[in-house]
């Protein structure tokens, strides 16, 4: 259909006609299951309901998440490595930008919910920023604790509740957060953790030894980030991980469904070979999320396809014959590994940008609306076009 003939429809109050051949990720099922779809969603926190709603204004969670990525940046600017301290402002800077990602994705919902503009397009962006926010704010949190190459398992704590949640979410079809839980109090715990480094007087320095125990045998050679990292383990994302697969156990036995995958095992086989860079990382796991929520968006029982997979057919090998050759030539492999994670972290991005403004699109095409645009806003303009057509032609 043409730009002219989409034009005229629009003023004649039609849809546009669908070519669901023309769509690379949703079929005929899924663009059915996305006019039925309805958000559910329920948060117990205390500090959501008590101490934080009171704050939240009237922004976008894409701009929130412009913030999130600003930290980022301004971790590697001034902390390359993520082993030195930045300076004290960064640090501060981390947290304030935090808290503002913070603000900014919960008001999305809540503008959402107030001007009656929710649709599944509105959680597969929001939910698919957080996915992104995992990585990022691991760059931030690894500058300001000085983790260097321990920043990894920072996001991998912070990407497997995340994906946990998800797929609770799959099955329940309803987002479950406990009166304690990440996206809140986490949250708050990570930026207060910034501030804290920002105004105490030794700086990013406490992050290497346990404040009052370094006199301690054995004790003065753990940091504290690690201390920090097996706490969270133990008393974080163990008991999140448990509350997510009780919850999709009670659903299974009561709906017969059967859980299910999305390529998980192949992502950790990979990881397990080389331990790639975090962009890399966030860029296929983020697929995988979107991935899942979109098929719980679109009611597909086995996922959706896409092609950020390919590329570990060519990856893994080639790191199996780069170690091979490392360990065989005194330390010095096949190709420089660096020039070989610029590639990939460019591939993997410019298919995740595919993949997430296709989606977009077919989302938009699907439901007759525009992205960044309210249902009621764009009637009034329609309305306001009509007038003038009348006005001037007939």
Known sequence: MGCTEAYLDLLRNKKP?????????????????????????????????????????????????????????????????????????????????????????????????????????????????????????????????????????????????????????????????????????????????????????????????????????????????????????????????????????KVVQTRKKHAIGTGNGVTCHQLTLWELSTFSRSGNWTCFWGRLILAHLCDEPKGLKTGMCMVFTVVSPFAIANALTARLNDGVPLVDESLVLLGYCAFTATLYLHYATSVVHEITTALGIYCFSHAGKLRKVQLDLRFFVNINFV
């Open 17 to 249: 006609k669908l070519d669901l051949e023309e769509m690379g990720y949703i079929g005929a099922h899924g663009v059915a299951a996305l006019h039925k779809y309805k958000y559910s969603g329920v948060d117990h926190s205390y500090t959501a309901k008590y101490v934080l709603q009171p704050f939240w204004s009237r922004f976008i969670t894409l701009t929130g998440f412009m913030f999130l990525l600003t930290s980022a940046l301004l971790g590697y600017i001034y902390s390359p490595r993520l082993d030195s301290a930045p300076p004290r402002w960064v640090n501060f800077a981390h947290g304030l930008l935090l808290f503002l990602y913070q603000t900014f994705d919960a008001v999305d919902g809540k503008q959402a919910r107030r001007t009656n503009s929710s649709s599944p397009l509105g959680e597969l962006f929001d939910h698919g920023c957080d996915a992104l926010a995992c990585a990022f704010e691991g760059l931030a949190f690894g500058s300001t604790a000085m983790c260097g190459r321990t920043t990894f398992w920072f996001w991998v704590i912070s990407a497997v509740p995340f994906y946990c949640a998800t797929w609770e979410h799959y099955f329940t079809n309803t987002l479950i957060l406990p009166a304690v839980n990440g996206p809140t109090e986490g949250l708050m715990l990570i930026y207060f953790a910034h501030f804290f480094t920002a105004i105490v007087v030794v700086g990013s320095t406490i992050w290497k030894s346990l404040p009052f125990l370094s006199w301690v045998p054995f004790i003065h050679e753990i940091t504290t980030y690690k201390a920090v990292l097996f706490l969270m383990v133990a008393f974080a994302v163990i008991p999140t991980l448990t509350f997510n697969v009780c919850n999709v156990y």
